[in-house]
């Protein structure tokens, strides 16, 4: 599949869309904290990022609820709370005054939660979330994650996302699969890059580190099987450059009114193990 355009303009004019095509907006972001690129805690710059994007689908990495934004109320309840969004929480650290990790806000009601460790030996903690939402007649899986730092780590993290893949590869029920996150992978030619785009389609992304100075495209998002449109930009907003280290990314696909079949996924998936 060719790479996929990049664009930092508006996503699709309204003679592009189709009005019997359905569209939906997804954004990834690492949040890192709500602390920014000036070391300030504000989550209100997050949040102003967030209700920028417009979007029906939010995966958000470095989610800190020990971190309250007032009394009693945590970084992901005000999320949910202010954007009227469906909110879970996918901890990869759990303590006793909170948790950390990886979140999902979506418009529509979020089943089948589920959650996969993918810590490697005595690195820092990684996993992976994942959910169902039904969205006009479909079923779509979406799994959000935070791979490591280190290559080989990768290498073990890539490995058991894939397996995951691939277990849920059989479900028939579900018709596309969206995978998202800060894959920290800075080159689009590495082994782990190459395995992804096997599976879930080899995609261009913008680049999002260091947010004021972005040189490194480590947050991406894939879409398998391959949808109609899928334009992908990051998210141009007053407060992106500081309210994170990382920029958002911000994609809309277009799904044709089929039925996706889960035969190509289950095999794509065995194909990119090798």
Not at 49 to 55: E, G, L, N
Not at 205 to 233: E, N, V
Request: glycine share 6%; charged share 25%; proline share 5%.
């Amino acid at each position: 599949m060719a790479p996929t355009e990049v664009s930092r303009s508006a996503m699709f004019s309204s003679a592009e869309r189709s009005v019997n095509t359905p569209r939906l907006r997804v954004l990834t972001y690492n949040i890192h904290s709500c602390i920014g690129t000036d070391r300030r805690y504000e989550p209100a710059r997050v949040l102003e990022v967030i209700q920028a994007a417009d979007a029906d689908i939010v995966a958000l990495q470095e989610v800190d609820s020990s971190l309250e934004v007032f009394d009693g109320v945590d970084q992901l309840e005000y999320f949910a709370r202010e954007t009227g969004m469906h909110a879970v929480m996918g901890p990869t650290l759990r303590r006793h005054y909170g948790a950390y990790g990886n979140a999902f806000l979506s418009r529509f009601p979020l089943s089948d939660v589920d959650e996969r460790d993918l810590t490697y030996r005595r690195f820092e903690p990684r996993g992976l979330i994942s959910a169902r939402i039904y969205w006009r007649g479909m079923w779509l899986r979406l799994v959000n994650t935070h791979l490591g730092l280190k290559a080989w780590e990768r290498r073990f993290q890539v490995d058991r996302v894939l397996e995951y893949l691939q277990e849920y590869g059989t479900d028939t029920s579900v018709q596309a699969t969206l995978a998202m996150g800060d894959f920290n992978e800075w080159f689009p030619w590495s082994r782990n890059t190459r395995r992804l785009a096997r599976h879930l389609g080899a995609v261009s992304m913008p680049k999002t580190f260091p947010s004021r100075w972005p040189r490194l495209s480590l947050d991406r998002i894939y879409i398998h099987p391959a949808p109609a449109h899928f334009m992908i930009r990051t998210l141009e907003h007053a407060s992106v450059r500081v309210a994170s280290d990382h920029l958002p990314v911000v994609a809309e696909v277009e799904l044709p009114n089929r039925l996706f079949t889960s035969a190509a996924f289950l095999e794509g998936a065995r194909g990119a193990k090798e």
